[in-house]
Each structure stands twice: as C-alpha cells, then as structure tokens.
C-alpha cells in the first residue's frame, strides 16, 4: 500500500448540489445549526461552523428543482458530520427529530456512534461521534476491528442535557 502523499491531508467540506437553496439552508443552517457565511444570491450558500468560511457548499447551479437520484446509481452514500461528545450527537439528533426527519438507521461500529437521516433533497447524511480511541476495538494483532451493531437511539437521546 502507498503512503499518502500528504500524511495530514484530511476532507475539508462537502458541496452539494440541491434543488431548493432556501430549503436546504432551513436543514443544515436552522436544523443542523451551521451558519451562513456567504450566499450568492439565489444559487449558492456557504455554511460552517465556529466562524470556518465553509463546512457545507449548497448550490443549485446544476440542480434547481431537480429531483433525487434513483435508488441503484452512484453518487455520494452520505455527509457525516462529526459531533464532539455523545450529548452533543444526541442534541443533534434529537432536533433532527423534532424537525421531522425520520432515522434511517443507528449503528455502533466500535470506533462511533451514528445516526443515519436524509436531508430534504434525498442526500444521506451521518450525524456521529468519535469513541477516544483507547476504547476502540482491535484484533489481537492490533488492527483495528470495526462493525455495524445496532444502536438504540432512546438510549442516545437519554444523553441529550
């Protein structure tokens, strides 16, 4: 296997296109809780977090009152979004909830916790926490071993202050 060429490279944001600009603000901006940090006018808006100039890209240059993709073709699985305590994923998932998006699955995989949902256009998106990594399951050879158990989201949301 080749090392990467940029050992501290890592996955900056995500763009996505959308067919309802305002819409898609209303679930990642009202909902999600990121900031708008810069809009062009009705066709693009840029949300981050903490001041970030963007975490999620929106536009609908390609897209406008478009529809979903068919189920069977490729293109993005989901956006996770990494949240930095089991209370905050719980928050998170709870006005997920209260917005009335429904969970599409909750899988404890040994190294994180995840809350599965779509956003309004039918992108998959992964709310999750990170477990320390002292508590990460490993093989005996030290490798890491990951899995897809269920996670009972009441249980999560037992977390939530």
């Given at each position: 296997?080749?090392?990467?060429?940029?050992?501290?490279?890592?996955?900056?944001?995500?763009?996505?296109?959308?067919?309802?600009?305002?819409?898609?603000?209303?679930?990642?901006?009202?909902?999600?809780?990121?900031?708008?940090?810069?809009?062009?006018g009705t066709e693009a808006a840029f949300l981050g977090a903490d001041g970030y100039h963007h975490h999620i890209g929106l536009n609908t240059w390609r897209s406008k009152d478009g529809i979903p993709a068919?189920?069977?073709?490729?293109?993005?699985?989901?956006?996770?979004?990494?949240?930095?305590?089991?209370?905050?994923?719980?928050?998170?998932?709870?006005?997920?909830?209260?917005?009335?998006?429904?969970?599409?699955?909750?899988?404890?995989?040994?190294?994180?916790?995840?809350?599965?949902?779509?956003?309004?256009?039918?992108?998959?998106?992964?709310?999750?926490?990170?477990?320390?990594?002292?508590?990460?399951?490993?093989?005996?050879?030290?490798?890491?071993?990951?899995?897809?158990?269920?996670?009972?989201?009441?249980?999560?949301?037992?977390?939530?202050?």
């Amino acid at each position: 296997m080749t090392a990467p060429y940029a050992p501290s490279a890592r996955i900056g944001h995500v763009h996505l296109k959308v067919a309802d600009l305002d819409r898609a603000i209303a679930f990642y901006g009202d909902v999600l809780g990121f900031e708008v940090q810069t809009r062009l006018g009705t066709e693009a808006a840029f949300l981050g977090a903490d001041g970030y100039h963007h975490h999620i890209g929106l536009n609908t240059w390609r897209s406008k009152d478009g529809i979903p993709a068919p189920e069977g073709h490729t293109g993005l699985f989901h956006t996770a979004i990494l949240y930095p305590s089991r209370a905050d994923l719980a928050t998170a998932v709870k006005r997920v909830l209260a917005a009335g998006y429904p969970v599409l699955g909750a899988s404890d995989h040994g190294v994180s916790e995840a809350v599965y949902f779509n956003d309004p256009d039918g992108n998959g998106v992964e709310l999750y926490r990170d477990r320390d990594p002292a508590e990460w399951p490993r093989h005996s050879d030290g490798s890491l071993q990951m899995y897809s158990r269920p996670l009972s989201v009441q249980n999560l949301l037992s977390e939530h202050p």
